[in-house]
């Protein structure tokens, strides 16, 4: 019980959302039980392994079953997130002018602003995930655009855009040696061609 309550402890640290204690402890796990076999029938043999977009959905490695996985690319390495969870904000801006002497305004200049990415994930092996954690640092560090791989920003993000890494954040976890949970702040680019005439 100590352990279910430190787990949902680190989701709430990590998001600023506390559900109830059942929901955080799930998305988190370190590990299933289940086992390879349990996919080759029954509802899983069905179930599509990619989105409509080519990203993976479901993953099936080592007998372990992972929905959603995340991963990023840049100048050929791969960081891999079985574990993680990606939430997208999306905003327009949008310039309003005032009428004097009629209700409401006339909406002009009407555009989507930068995707903005929550990415929570979590790090995890026999003791503390020291090489994960340098390898994380390193790919903060690119002070570049990257390719974000998800279902979920698969949605919005088009072929060529990628995501820039605007903040990374390693918070506390009280009572736990050998994980760690990671925040990631990112912004959709959007790739531009400039025409000169």
């Known amino acids: 019980m100590t352990v279910f309550s430190i787990v949902t402890q680190a989701y709430a640290t990590a998001t600023g959302y506390e559900a109830p204690p059942f ?22 043999a069905t179930k599509e392994t990619q989105s409509v977009n080519g990203a993976p959905l479901r993953k099936y490695k080592g007998g372990i079953y992972y929905f959603m996985p995340v991963s990023f690319e840049h100048e050929g390495t791969t960081w891999e997130f079985n574990d993680a969870v990606v939430s997208v904000t999306a905003k327009k801006n949008i310039v309003e002018t005032q009428l004097i002497g ?4 006339v909406k002009e200049l009407i ?3 930068d995707y903005e990415i929550k990415f ?6 026999d003791d503390y995930p020291e090489q994960e954690v340098m390898d994380l640092v390193k790919l903060f560090k690119i002070n570049e655009s990257v ?8 949605y919005f ?12 954040d390693f918070p506390a976890v009280e009572g736990v040696e050998d994980m760690q949970i990671v925040t990631m702040t990112l912004v959709g680019d959007k790739n531009f061609e400039l025409e000169i005439k």
């Open 23 to 44: 929901i955080p402890a799930a998305l988190i796990a370190k590990k299933s039980t289940r086992k390879a076999k349990d996919f080759e029938q029954g509802e899983y």
């Open 102 to 105: 009629r209700q409401g305004s």
């Open 111 to 113: 555009n989507i602003d």
């Open 120 to 125: 929570v994930a979590t790090l995890s092996d």
């Open 147 to 154: 390719k974000m791989i998800c279902a979920i920003t698969d």
């Open 157 to 168: 993000l088009e072929d060529e855009d990628k995501v820039v890494i605007k903040a990374l």
